[in-house]
T-cell receptor
């Protein structure tokens, strides 16, 4: 069964450092997303991406965040200068040919900023 | 903006009993409602979804009902088993949203006791 894969599973970084979280969406999907989940809280939308550009972003997704699809398979989230409050689980998701179809999530990357 | 409220936050049932989790949404333009199951350390897994043109959908032991007038939808799990223990999230997507942004509820931690 096709699945969304994320690497690394856990990343520890020092405050102020840049991190790149990587995702391989399901191969025939066209819509890509990043969500985050702070420990014990609800899943929050960060950004959606379609046709090589951002479709929508939340207020969380400020200038420190960027996304990229550098090739035909990877989808990345970059945090330029990490803050302690960026510590969370980050989930990548993808959905098919229409935006309101089922979104499938990866297993997540746990980011710890120290 | 859209808001999704989910109750209860925790639910404990005996194996074999039924479990019901309820969500309400605020945006009357919402037309897609998925439910996700999240096991410890894993990403959200889509288990069932419903669109606004139907009132009920069933898949084996899992069913979802939707009341558009009252703007609420519920997840029903019958004959619960210990492996149903997890955190369950409801979500909503508005037809006015072009970016595919899912709004999640706060989650319900279901515990099924053998």
């Amino acid at each position: 069964e096709p699945e969304v894969t994320q690497t690394p599973s856990h990343q520890v970084t020092q405050m102020g450092q840049e991190v790149i979280l990587r995702c391989v969406p399901i191969s025939n999907h066209l819509y890509f997303y990043w969500y985050r989940q702070i420990l014990g809280q609800k899943v929050e939308f960060l950004v959606s991406f379609y046709n090589n550009e951002i479709s929508e972003k939340s207020e969380i997704f400020d200038d420190q965040f960027s996304v990229e699809r550098p090739d035909g398979s990877n989808f990345t989230l970059k945090i330029r200068s990490t803050k302690l409050e960026d510590s969370a689980m980050y989930f990548c998701a993808s959905s098919g040919v229409r935006v309101n179809t089922e979104a499938f999530f990866g297993q997540g990357t746990r980011l710890t900023v120290v | 903006g859209e808001n999704v409220e989910q109750h209860p936050s925790t639910l404990s049932v005996q194996e074999g009993d039924s479990a019901v989790i309820k969500c309400t949404y605020s945006d009357s333009a919402s037309n897609y409602f998925p439910w996700y199951k999240q096991e410890l350390g894993k990403g959200p897994q889509l288990i069932i979804d419903i669109r606004s043109n139907v009132g009920e959908k069933k898949d084996q032991r899992i069913a979802v009902t939707l009341n558009k007038t009252a703007k609420h939808f519920s997840l029903h799990i019958t004959e619960t088993q210990p492996e149903d223990s997890a955190v369950y999230f409801c979500a909503a997507l508005s037809r006015d949203n072009q970016g595919g942004k899912l709004i999640f509820g706060q989650g319900t931690e279901l515990s099924v006791k053998p």
